[in-house]
């Protein structure tokens, strides 16, 4: 199977390393962690759907980040709960393209929404009187549906261009499928491929974390002159910045690893920062918001504790 003959692969093999050797036990924990992913994901859409107060564009931009984050994960944890309690690892040619679409239409949403979130609390704080009729509830989902339409064109041009690909192995170093891991595996020249990641990297990696830094330079400039104004700016911002710095890192972390090779960093190292950028922004983005965001906070003690009073009230009539 080295050779050009190997077109149209049925299998391609994931290489786990020597996570194999407790393959059962990361296993649970990756069940776990998806379980607690869903569920803290579905509390902040569920309270922000739920509760009247909470339908203005900053709490439905959150709700998009954490629908995001569901989706991400979907794409990503079930494939590899099977690997992990298999005895083989492998993926089928179509599912691996099918992931490859899912995790970078994830990435791409997941930026672009950062940097709409950003915007959004910039116009917010800077520009208080005219936020009303220049952002509403109606204009955010507009926007949300135009980021799910901008990243999903520009994704599938990317898969497309891999699936053209005729390739001459199918082993892939890593334990999730992922655009570059394929496009290496081609037999012909890779050029247009290459120069359109180029493309979509600058464009995540190197425009939209600009025009966020941007975003809360100005933010900070106007709330600097009140302090006050900068309290109440920092509580608001800081999730959305903690968010964003730990998800940039990650996906830079992964472009180096590209350019110095994978055989080149350590295998565990390789594999915990890859996985983050797939795991920990889902994870966290709840938490951050749920404890940050008073108000979300607020409404979601009350929901269980609605329902705690409910089930005592039931006992009572038992």
Same mark, same amino acid.
């Given at each position: 199977?080295?050779?050009?003959? /190997?077109? !149209?692969?049925? #299998?391609?093999? &994931?290489?786990?390393?020597?996570?194999?050797?407790?393959?059962? *036990?990361?296993?649970? %924990?990756?069940?776990?962690?998806?379980?607690?992913?869903?569920?803290?994901?579905?509390?902040?859409?569920?309270?922000?759907?739920?509760?009247?107060?909470?339908?203005?564009?900053?709490?439905?931009?959150?709700?998009?980040?954490?629908?995001?984050?569901?989706?991400?994960?979907?794409?990503?944890?079930?494939?590899?709960?099977?690997?992990?309690?298999?005895?083989?690892?492998?993926?089928?040619?179509?599912?691996?393209?099918?992931?490859?679409?899912?995790?970078?239409?994830?990435?791409?949403?997941?930026?672009?929404?950062?940097?709409?979130?950003?915007?959004?609390?910039?116009?917010?704080?800077?520009?208080?009187?005219?936020?009303?009729?220049?952002?509403?509830?109606?204009?955010?989902?507009?926007?949300?549906?135009?980021?799910?339409?901008?990243? /999903?064109? !520009?994704?599938? #041009?990317?898969? &497309?261009?891999?699936?053209?690909?005729?390739?001459?192995?199918? *082993?892939?170093?890593? %334990?999730?499928?992922?655009?570059?891991?394929?496009?290496?595996?081609?037999?012909?020249?890779?050029?247009?491929?290459?120069?359109?990641?180029?493309?979509?990297?600058?464009?995540?990696?190197?425009?939209?974390?600009?025009?966020?830094?941007?975003?809360?330079?100005?933010?900070?400039?106007?709330?600097?002159?009140?302090?006050?104004?900068?309290?109440?700016?920092?509580?608001?911002?800081?999730?959305?910045?903690?968010?964003?710095?730990?998800?940039?890192?990650?996906?830079?972390?992964?472009?180096?690893?590209?350019?110095?090779?994978?055989?080149?960093?350590?295998?565990?190292?390789?594999?915990?920062?890859?996985?983050?950028?797939?795991?920990?922004?889902?994870?966290?983005?709840?938490?951050?918001?749920?404890?940050?965001?008073?108000?979300?906070?607020?409404?979601?003690?009350?929901?269980?504790?609605?329902?705690?009073?409910?089930?005592?009230?039931?006992?009572?009539?038992?």
């Amino acid at each position: 199977m080295q050779n050009s003959t /190997f077109s !149209s692969p049925l #299998v391609l093999s &994931l290489t786990f390393g020597t996570i194999s050797d407790f393959n059962y *036990v990361y296993g649970v %924990i990756s069940l776990l962690g998806f379980l607690m992913i869903i569920f803290s994901n579905l509390t902040i859409i569920c309270t922000v759907y739920l509760n009247q107060s909470l339908h203005e564009p900053m709490y439905v931009f959150i709700s998009a980040l954490c629908t995001n984050g569901l989706y991400g994960s979907i794409s990503f944890f079930p494939s590899l709960i099977v690997n992990l309690f298999s005895k083989t690892q492998i993926i089928s040619y179509a599912a691996c393209i099918t992931q490859i679409f899912c995790i970078y239409f994830y990435v791409s949403c997941e930026m672009t929404l950062m940097t709409v979130m950003a915007y959004d609390r910039y116009m917010c704080i800077c520009n208080p009187l005219s936020y009303s009729t220049l952002m509403n509830l109606t204009k955010a989902f507009k926007i949300i549906i135009g980021v799910w339409l901008y990243s /999903f064109i !520009s994704i599938i #041009v990317h898969t &497309l261009l891999t699936v053209r690909l005729p390739l001459c192995d199918n *082993v892939i170093l890593k %334990i999730y499928c992922d655009n570059w891991s394929v496009v290496r595996l081609s037999c012909i020249d890779t050029t247009v491929n290459n120069i359109y990641g180029l493309f979509i990297t600058v464009k995540l990696l190197g425009v939209m974390p600009m025009l966020v830094i941007l975003s809360y330079v100005k933010i900070l400039k106007v709330c600097a002159k009140s302090k006050d104004n900068l309290l109440k700016a920092m509580q608001t911002c800081t999730p959305q910045l903690i968010s964003f710095v730990i998800f940039v890192t990650d996906c830079l972390f992964e472009v180096i690893l590209y350019r110095l090779g994978p055989t080149q960093v350590p295998y565990g190292l390789r594999v915990a920062m890859l996985l983050q950028s797939l795991v920990v922004p889902p994870f966290v983005n709840p938490l951050l918001y749920g404890m940050k965001m008073q108000a979300i906070k607020v409404k979601i003690l009350q929901c269980f504790t609605m329902k705690k009073r409910e089930m005592e009230k039931q006992v009572d009539n038992a």
